[in-house]
């Protein structure tokens, strides 16, 4: 059974940098082809893909935020960080990390997701 | 960008009714597409996803009544006779390409 858990602060202030952590178990990226993605929701609105990370350290990012994005990984650890920085109001949201199936492929879906973290950017 | 775009945004439908969702794509997506539930506070559930065989496959003990159709840029998810805990947000998703994008949801009411 895979789960994820992420952590990180539930309020920053704008301009600042947000460093997110997704903790997960019953896979690893020992595993050939595992990917581990975030995705945010703001507050009554919908969902929205930010970046993933492969096990081979490959990376994929929203081009709309891959400016202020940096997804990276700890194979040792089981643990996928997301920072972006310049934090603004509207980045106000519930951050999930997930998991991608269908590995050795591009193309796949997000099933389990992390119960999320609200994030709240103000000053 | 591929856009999702979801219809209706919400859906009025009593317990027991049949409830047809629609998602279209500004592109073809084959069958990569996916449908999440979503309920308040809770974190999206993978309903039903299209497999790379083509299949379109319910997820691991998801009821029979939920079920997905469609390909190419028009997507039906289709819940047979609705249950109470049916009611909640329905989003589409689809991975044929990067970005990932989601659908705004379709809100499915009593």
């Known amino acids: 059974q895979i789960t994820l858990r992420e952590s990180g602060p539930a309020l920053v202030k704008p301009t600042q940098t947000l460093t997110l952590t997704c903790i997960f178990s019953?896979?690893?990226?020992?595993?050939?082809?595992?990917?581990v993605g975030w995705i945010r929701q703001p507050p009554g609105k919908a969902l929205e893909w930010l970046a993933l990370i492969y096990w081979n350290d490959e990376k994929r990012y929203n081009p709309s935020l891959k400016s202020r994005l940096t997804i990276s990984k700890d194979t040792s650890k089981n643990q996928v960080v997301l920072t972006m920085s310049n934090m603004d109001p509207v980045d106000t949201a519930t951050y999930y990390c997930a998991h991608k199936h269908q590995y050795g492929s591009e193309r796949g879906w997000f099933d389990p997701w992390g119960q999320g973290t609200l994030v709240t950017v103000s000053s | 960008e591929i856009v999702m775009t979801q219809s209706p945004v919400t859906l009025s439908v009593s317990p027991g009714e049949r409830a047809t969702l629609s998602c279209r794509a500004s592109q073809n997506l084959s069958n990569n597409l996916a449908w999440y539930q979503q309920k308040p506070g809770q974190e999206p559930k993978l309903l039903i996803f299209g497999a790379s065989t083509g299949a379109i496959v319910r997820a691991t003990g998801i009821p029979d009544r939920f079920s997905g159709s469609g390909s190419g840029t028009e997507f039906t998810l289709t819940i047979s006779s609705l249950q109470s805990e049916d009611f909640a947000v329905y989003y589409c998703q689809q991975y044929n390409d990067w970005p990932y994008t989601f659908g705004q949801g379709t809100k499915l009411e009593i």
């Open positions: 019953g896979v690893s990226f020992r595993t050939g082809g595992v990917g």
